[in-house]
């Protein structure tokens, strides 16, 4: 069973930074998709980043530019470096797994297609 946790959050001001981490244990897969994704309180879930077994990485349009997805495989960890937040990136954080690639192509509205999810880590962004 693959277990996700994520760590990292907290509360910070506009334009602040934070660096999101997600420790994957025992996660076997070589064909896989990993990625980030948020809610805010009455919101959809959303997409915010992801990334395959090829190194292929996808960004929402709201955090490109700003958002940074990264993998140390070494460690089984999947990072998300945010930069320049903003109140709106206000959310709880989840880092989410599958064990097919192609998923990666549907994670902006498809979050529900992820097998595997962790518990989330709130980020708070004050103006």
């Known amino acids: 069973q693959v277990q996700l946790v994520e760590s990292g959050g907290g509360s910070v001001q506009s334009g602040g930074s934070l660096r999101l981490s997600c420790a994957a244990s025992e996660y076997t897969y070589s064909n896989y998709c990993m990625g980030w994704f948020r809610q805010a309180p009455g919101k959809e879930r959303e997409g915010v980043a992801a990334i395959d077994s090829d190194g292929s990485i996808s960004y929402a349009d709201s955090v490109k530019g700003r958002f940074t997805i990264s993998q140390d495989n070494a460690k089984n960890t999947l990072y998300l470096q945010m930069n320049s937040l903003k109140p709106e990136d206000t959310a709880m954080y989840y880092c989410?797994?599958?064990?097919?690639?192609?998923?990666?192509?549907?994670?902006?509205?498809?979050?529900?297609?992820?097998?595997?999810w962790g518990q989330g880590t709130q980020v708070t962004v004050s103006s």
């Open positions: 989410a797994a599958d064990g097919v690639k192609e998923t990666c192509s549907y994670y902006s509205g498809g979050w529900y297609l992820f097998g595997y």
